[in-house]
């Protein structure tokens, strides 16, 4: 490599893509060193795609976190969710498939059919914190062996491990150009949206496995004065019965998650919020699709 190639800037955007509940949230943020996409145990917990910027001195990458692919329920959301999954492997530059130590089986295949046959494609194997460095290796020569890959990563997004490893990989395939994002900005979705998913986390990570998946949240109010952010939350779910359950015993539930929810908006946006949220019922949203545009699904 001559002096030159070394000092050019590269810039371009990476796709994480992968089954449900691999990491690919929790390894965006690693990167970006910030928490801007929401996670949790449960898987689908990502619906949209959201892109999060690391600048350095010689590159700028654009991560672009997307959804867990679903291969079985097939919802107008679900839908919705692999429509982004297939655009962002449109629009990046590299494909990053994350899949978990250990696991490789029927999802993580038809993935791999997904990835564009025309982009660098990475395997990056997450949550190595889980196996010993035997059962990577010979989960290493069992992927290898049957799909042809000759390149793996062994990360752990969630102890900050082989991230330095991952950069340096990537960087070989970004394009020579300048930076397209400014050296400040973190990220292309604007605070209400990010306000909105943060909400949204906390009734991923407080509610049993059914009430989640039938809610939405939507910012009815964000106004920015001097002084605070004053954000009007409504928390849409598709059953009676779930606001009840959202709302828990004298409002405790609904309380706690709002208050979890505001800390974290003041801690990424700098400054203090005044958050207020509502429940309300829209029958049958997450198979409609007029009221899947509503509430901001593309
Ligand atoms: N042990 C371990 N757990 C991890 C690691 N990375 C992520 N996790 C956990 O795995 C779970 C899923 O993480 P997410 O980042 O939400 O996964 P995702 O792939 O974005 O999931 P979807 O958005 O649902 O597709 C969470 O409980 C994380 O804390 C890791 O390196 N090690
Ligand atoms: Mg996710």
């Keep these: 490599m001559s002096d030159t190639e070394e000092l050019a800037f590269r810039c371009g955007a990476v796709a994480l ?7 690919k949230s929790t390894l965006l943020n690693a990167l970006v060193g910030q928490k801007l996409s929401i996670t949790s145990r449960k898987p689908q917990t990502t619906r949209h795609r959201i892109r999060g910027i690391l600048t350095r001195p010689d590159s700028q990458y654009i991560f672009v976190d997307t959804p ?3 291969t079985q329920h097939r919802t107008a959301l679900n839908r919705s969710m692999n429509r982004g999954v297939k655009g962002a492997l449109d629009e990046v530059d590299v494909a990053v498939l994350v899949v978990e130590a250990g696991r490789f089986g029927p999802e993580d295949r038809a993935l791999l059919k997904l990835a ?5 494609l990475l395997l990056v194997i997450n949550k190595t914190d889980r196996t010993s460095p035997e059962q990577l290796l010979s989960f290493i020569k069992t992927v290898s062996v049957e799909t042809g890959i000759s390149e793996f990563i062994p990360i752990s997004a969630q102890r900050k491990k082989g991230l330095e490893a991952l950069l340096r990989t990537l960087r070989r395939y970004l394009p020579e150009q300048p930076a397209i994002y400014g050296p400040d900005e973190l990220t292309d979705r604007d605070e209400r949206f990010l306000a909105s ?3 949204r986390e906390k009734l991923f990570r407080s509610l049993g496995d059914e ?3 039938g809610a ?3 910012i009815e109010k964000f106004e920015t004065t001097p002084k605070l952010r004053r954000i009007h939350a409504a928390i849409v779910v598709d059953r009676e019965g779930h606001k009840a359950i959202i709302i828990g015993a004298g409002g405790e539930q609904m309380k ?3 208050t979890v929810a505001r800390k974290d908006m003041e801690k990424l946006f700098g400054g203090k919020v005044y958050l207020e949220v509502w429940v309300k019922v829209r029958g049958g949203w997450t198979d409609d699709d007029a009221q899947l545009r509503r509430l901001g699904y593309d």
């Design 256 to 258: 706690r998650m709002a």
């Design 17 to 23: 893509f992968g089954r449900p509940n691999v990491g």
């Design 216 to 218: 939405s949240v939507i």
């Design 211 to 213: 009430v989640p998946y």
């Design 197 to 199: 998913e943060l909400l």
């Design 68 to 70: 867990g692919f679903q």
């Design 116 to 120: 564009p046959r025309d982009k660098p």
